[in-house]
């Protein structure tokens, strides 16, 4: 069992950076792969990134070039660093994890979610 719990969303405005965190318990987190998505406003829950046990990373179209994932083992902690954000970033950015997760990006794939942390880009 693997609890993930997000933090560092807020208010921004378009231009800026913000650094999500997410705490995961369990000795094993090492082991999972993690990924980072998003729901905005009226819309379907989306991929941002994803990061292997390998730290091998894929990214959305949408965020590439502007977010990075990484993770620290030794903290049990993943990150999302958002830079040069944009007014369409704005949405709730949930943690998830998963033992292989077999189809990157695709939602169903992740067995572990957190409760989410809201990200709002003023204009």
Known sequence: QVQLVESGGGLVQAGGSLRLSCAASG???GWYVMAWFRQGPGKEREFV???SW???T???DSVKGRFTISRDNAKNTVYLQMNSLKPE???VYYCAA???A???GVPSAYEYWGQG???????
């Open 89 to 91: 970033d704005t949405a």
């Open 98 to 100: 998963d033992a292989s």
């Open 117 to 123: 942390t809201q990200v709002a880009v003023s204009s």
């Open 58 to 60: 894929y990214y959305a």
């Open 54 to 56: 390998s730290n091998s």
């Open 102 to 104: 077999v189809r990157v």
């Open 49 to 51: 990134a994803h990061i």
């Open 27 to 29: 000795r094993t987190f």
